[in-house]
């Protein structure tokens, strides 16, 4: 396109009180993403754009949101909730910079494509002074509604304000309009309030460009991409639609999925080749799988990298902040958190391994426990390249199992244990003769098995 310079508002300042949540509406995941992040990467980007978020002004997390995720953007607050058009003017600063183009997004609209923000742009171009994003619904109810005259695009009735005739109309507002920059600030200070709810109309500034004998324009896209997210049902509705067109890339890009349906994705999933993954497994944010690894069916994996050839699952649970290298195997029944393993390690079965690093080709062995907290602090478990942990071992943290090392299984390790020594620490078996007998005699006399031993 040319070099016009652009400047994206996004409006996240509406409580969404049809969520019935603490959270604010802009907050709530699709894809193991913010809503507002899906539409903060859509925004355009780079050399010529800038970006405003709006906030309400008791949302501190949503402004530190904003902060993380772009930090070239500024936020403004909306002190008081009157409406988009309202909104919109919170960042009258930013829109007095006087860019080519505003674009004006919802931050409740997370479907919505980079593509979609440069077709809105295109008319301005050619001269018009508004371009409407609309679309057809296949259940209008709630949407802002477009009314044509004809070809030209003469005003947006809110669902409210309709007639029964108006009701009809399918064709309606996504939310996404862009400005001429220059015109702007002339057109939205002219919206007034009277309508039903007495709230300031983004929508209005259509039949206001038309009085002032400007052109306003419609550009279609499909529901799916516009869906805004008002209640769960729609929050739940949105991440099908997401859920769908991730799998269908991960497809695209040569992931094998057997049953695409039952496996979730996050929108930063990052594959290698030939990767596969198994029916039902559950994605989160943050994690990246290197070339010819399997994950096995119902694994549950969050911010972490695996590398390649490696194996998990089935029924492996990673949680935040583990690096698998390559050739690594993760079996069944198996948490891991906070976790380095180095080539070639292999947990198999029904172990937790936390706060921990493990040394390159080591065997864990089953029912593995890595001690890490003590009811105030975590700690830390250091495991040298080969060693051998027995099975159902504890190993009681802040502890360093050396290189080598052999651990006897049934082992509670509570001091270290130097490269390639051998560690056996079981408590002695003790064993009395009719022991058991007594033990019942007791028991059904009424006392506790605590007050036996
Ligand atoms: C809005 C449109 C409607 C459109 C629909 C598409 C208006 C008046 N209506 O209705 O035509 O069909 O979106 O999804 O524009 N917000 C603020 N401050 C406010 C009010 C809203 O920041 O004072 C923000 C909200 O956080 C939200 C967005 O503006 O991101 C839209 O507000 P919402 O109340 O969801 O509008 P809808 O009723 O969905
Ligand atoms: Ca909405």
Do not use: W
């Amino acid at each position: 396109m040319t070099a016009r310079t652009s400047l994206t508002v996004v409006l996240a300042a509406g409580e969404g009180t049809r969520m019935k949540s603490a959270l604010p509406k802009v907050l709530h995941p699709v894809a193991g993403q913010p809503l507002l992040a899906h539409v903060l990467e859509a925004a355009p980007h780079g050399a010529g754009t800038a970006l405003a978020v709006v906030v309400g002004p008791d949302h501190a997390a949503v402004e530190a949101e904003v902060r993380r995720l772009r930090p070239d953007a500024k936020t403004f607050v909306q002190q008081e909730r009157l409406g988009t058009a309202h909104a919109v003017l919170a960042a009258r600063r930013a829109i007095a910079d006087g860019a080519d183009d505003l674009l004006i997004a919802f931050g409740d609209t997370p479907l919505i494509s980079a593509e979609t923000f440069a077709r809105m742009r295109a008319p301005l171009a050619d001269g018009a002074a508004l371009a409407v994003l609309g679309f057809r619904a296949a259940d209008p109810t709630g949407y802002g509604r477009l009314l044509l005259d004809g070809e030209h695009l003469v005003a947006i009735r809110e669902h409210a304000d309709a007639s029964p005739a108006e009701r009809k109309v399918t064709l309606c507002n996504a939310g996404v309009m862009a400005f001429d920059g220059r015109k702007a600030l002339q057109i939205l200070d002219r919206i007034g309030n009277s309508n039903s709810k007495g709230e300031f109309y983004l929508v209005d500034a259509v039949s206001i460009v038309r009085d002032m004998g400007l052109e306003a324009v419609v550009i279609e896209t499909s529901e799916d991409e516009v869906r805004g997210i008002n209640t769960k049902a729609q929050l739940a509705e949105a991440e099908a639609v997401m859920q769908a067109r991730l799998r269908k890339a991960a497809l695209d890009a040569g992931v094998t999925l057997i049953a695409p349906e039952t496996v979730f994705l996050a929108a930063d999933t990052k594959f290698g080749r030939d990767v596969t993954i198994e029916p039902f497994v559950v994605i989160g944010p943050g994690v990246s799988i290197g070339d010819g690894t399997v994950i096995h069916s119902f694994s549950h994996i969050v911010q972490s990298s695996i590398g390649k050839k490696a194996q998990l699952g089935p029924y492996a649970r990673l949680r935040p902040g583990n690096t698998l290298a390559d050739n690594t195997k993760i079996g069944n029944f198996v948490e891991m958190k906070a976790t380095t393993l180095e080539a070639g390690v292999k947990v198999n079965h029904l172990s937790y391994v936390g706060d921990a690093h493990v040394g390159a080709a080591s065997n864990i062995g089953a029912g593995t426990i890595t001690c890490n907290y003590d009811g105030f602090a975590k700690h830390k478990t250091t495991i040298g390249a080969g060693a051998f942990i027995g099975t159902n071992s504890s190993l009681v943290a802040p502890v360093k199992i050396g290189a080598g090392a052999y651990i006897g299984s049934g082992s509670v390790i509570t001091k270290d244990v130097p490269d390639n020594a051998m560690a056996v620490e079981r408590s002695p078996q003790t064993i009395r003769e009719g022991g058991a007998t007594r033990y019942r005699e007791l028991k059904t006399g009424g006392m506790t098995k605590k007050s036996v031993e």
